[in-house]
């Protein structure tokens, strides 16, 4: 706020003999009011910035080193390394989640394939990994790997997220084309759904409909661009790295978007309260 203090406005604060008595405790007005015009502008321009502006570049940081591919490794085949997805440690750090999706029907034993996860950025290297439990329902897959323990996430409460909230999301999008180097999204969730709703035509039922209106869930619709590699990424806090969710390109679409031609770019997530679930079944502590 800024007051305009003119000669006549003085002059009605002045006693018979001069300014004298008046100016030092106009000066201090001044000075009182300048500062908190400064005070005022300084809390505006904080309540402007996102409050994430300083927070995600630490976060990536921090949890970048427990986002991991998942894929499988034939060292016969050229590239030996096939990369699915995106995977993320949780638990102690030998544990690994994913899409249920992603995993293989079949894995070529007899010719040394081997189901893997792949860590590093310049020099990665892949462990051999087995699957620990499987949650078709909610498209998940709980997954063990031998190797170095790895920085584990910390598991968030998806049931307080609100439409409108803004996250992240770090994977590896379409595969190992740029390399295995993790690639941040964020965008806000803008909405949360059903994961299927009734059709107007049965015509339009398939048994992947059917399956999922008799077990109906919420999923969360995000206004970021995820792709095919993304599969399995976490969506967590930018400022904490608390994962609400996990990213899902194919399963959900399956449901949300079975009547359109052309599937649309909306990116979906999974809740973690699926996932904290599935870790409970399997006897480790979410």
């Given at each position: ?16 003999a ?22 005022a ?11 994430t ?9 921090r ?158 619709q995000?206004d ?6 993304n ?33 649309s ?6 809740p ?15």
């Open positions: 706020m800024t007051i305009a203090v003119s000669a006549e406005h003085l002059a009605g604060w002045q006693c018979r001069c300014y004298a008595c008046f100016l030092p405790g106009f000066e201090s007005i001044v000075k009182l009011l300048a500062s908190a015009r400064i005070c502008l300084t809390l505006l321009a904080a309540f402007s910035l996102p409050a502006a300083e927070g995600l570049p630490s976060t990536i940081a949890v970048k080193p427990g986002v991991v591919g998942v894929g499988t490794v034939q060292q016969t085949r050229r590239p030996p390394v096939k990369l699915l997805a995106t995977g993320f440690v949780v638990a102690a750090g030998n544990h690994v989640v994913t899409n249920a999706h992603v995993i293989p029907d079949v894995i070529a034993s007899d010719a040394k394939e081997i189901l893997a996860v792949i860590t590093g950025e310049e020099h990665g290297k892949a462990y051999r990994a087995e699957v620990v439990k499987l949650d078709k329902v909610h498209d998940l897959a709980l997954l063990r790997f031998a190797g170095p323990r790895l920085t584990a996430f910390r598991l968030g409460d998806s049931e307080s997220v609100r439409e409108g909230e803004l996250y992240a999301f770090t994977g590896f999008p379409i595969g190992m084309v740029l390399g295995m180097r993790p690639v941040t999204h964020r965008g806000i969730v803008s909405a949360i759904t059903p994961i299927a709703i009734p059709q107007i035509s049965p015509q339009r039922l398939d048994a992947n409909m059917i399956k999922r209106l008799r077990a109906p869930y919420d999923v969360f995000l970021a661009t995820a792709y095919p590699g599969s399995g990424s976490p969506l967590y806090v930018p400022d904490t790295g608390e994962v609400i969710g996990v990213i899902n390109k194919v399963f959900v679409k399956e449901s949300k978007e079975a009547v359109l031609e052309k599937p770019g909306i990116t979906y997530a999974i973690v309260q699926y996932v904290k679930e599935l870790l409970r079944e399997a006897g480790i502590a979410p």
